[in-house]
């Protein structure tokens, strides 16, 4: 589906357009091709976008690759589509179609496949899931998943480094309360990335940010031993600071 904006009007009665949102591609293909007679119709802001569609059809093709079963791909999309509409209570006698359902639908089904493929540990390609995806909730389950905050690529699949937004220092790590500082978990050549880039260059071009880990992930990623921990909470006189994210 294209979507193109009519933008003016030529003495001789030719109209002018332009293409929106990922469009231009597909109209320059078709222009190759010389297929330039084409069906318009209103454009419809609460349909779904394209850029959904994509990231939709991406995410299934990611989970029938990793479950390896034996049906057609669009076997795969009903089976999922099913199952969506099970966890939301939505009738699923006649499925919805990703072609011309509501843009809040896709929306909704997206952040389903989204939290399949951590439930379920199937691995995906997350880059350009900021486009029609909460960011702050991709983070959230990068961390509670163990995975790249940009990637999303899996330990098992990749290097992964923790990377300390608030600087402990060289050669303090050891001595450090590592609770309440912001974190991210990056491939192991994104970490050397933003140290090139710095913090806020590298989220602006990535499209995420760092999160505070909980005390049980401080553990998990073995910043600290619960030792350490209470040696810290028994003394009367320290706190815990409040840090805060790079100006």
Known sequence: MLNIRIVGKQSNGDFVVRPIDDSKEELELLVKRRKTLLTAQAFNPNKVTRPQQKIAHALIRDIDSYTDNEWFIQNTEDDLK????IDRGLPYEQL????NCSKDLGTQFISWLVEYCFHYDIP???KDLYLVHDINRKMFLSALHNRCFVTQARRQ???LHIHHVNAVGMGKRS????RGRYYMILRAELHN???QLGYDEFCKKWHVGAIKLSDQQVLDFGLMSEKQMKELDDNPDYEIKDWQLPD
Do not use: N, P, T
């Not at 099913?82 to 509409?85: A, D, G, L, V, W």
């Not at 919805?96 to 072609?99: G, I, K, V």
């Not at 001595?175 to 590592?178: L, N, P, R, T």
């Open 82 to 85: 099913i199952k969506f509409c």
């Open 96 to 99: 919805f179609s990703l072609s």
């Open 124 to 126: 995906f390609d997350g």
């Open 157 to 159: 699949d990749a290097v």
């Open 175 to 178: 001595k450090v309360d590592h």
């Open 193 to 195: 990335e933003i140290h």
